[in-house]
């Protein structure tokens, strides 16, 4: 019973790595949004206390 269910959860997780990989590939093609990483360069001030 045991084996069974790691057997399921192997097979589980390859298939949803394989899926991710399929969406990275195909996602763009079928849902429009933008797919590249925001390059907004931010700058924020900071302190650092010395000791």
Do not use: N, Q
Not at 8 to 35: E, K, M, R
């Amino acid at each position: 019973m045991l084996w069974r269910l790691i057997k399921v959860l192997i097979f589980l997780t390859i298939v949803g790595g394989i899926g991710l990989v399929v969406y990275a590939y195909v996602g763009p093609f079928f849902f429009p949004a933008d797919f590249t990483a925001p390059s907004i360069e931010i700058t924020e001030p900071i302190t650092l206390d010395p000791k």
